[in-house]
């Protein structure tokens, strides 16, 4: 079984960005370099932007149980659907691929 989510990373905080709380959660807000204000939210230690990726990332295990992480390139999670299930078809047909060769040795 495949899942598909957007990965998380985090970056330094920007030049004199403004450290605040709302409902309970920290954010960064600071102006660009184009004048535009831009609000994102911190690390649990305020020390870095917590973001998330634009694209979804498909997330299974191959025929040899190794976990793979793969890029979609999909922004929208029903357009990475399709994706998912291919990949999730394709470690279904590895593992019983797999297990035959085993019965067979064995």
């Known amino acids: ?48 932007l917590a973001l998330r990726a634009g694209t979804y990332t498909a997330k299974y295990r191959d025929g040899q149980g190794i976990v793979r992480k793969v890029s979609t390139g999909c922004r929208d999670e029903t357009a990475a659907g399709p994706t998912r299930e291919a990949y999730a ?12 060769r085993i019965h067979q040795v064995g």
């Open 89 to 100: 078809a394709a470690s279904q047909r590895a593992l019983s691929y797999r297990a035959e």
């Open 1 to 48: 079984m495949a899942t598909a989510y957007k990965e998380t990373y985090t970056k330094p905080l920007p030049d004199r960005a403004e450290l605040f709380t709302h409902k309970g959660k920290r954010f960064a807000r600071w102006t660009d370099g184009k004048g535009k204000k831009q609000t994102e939210p911190v690390t649990k230690d305020g020390t870095r």
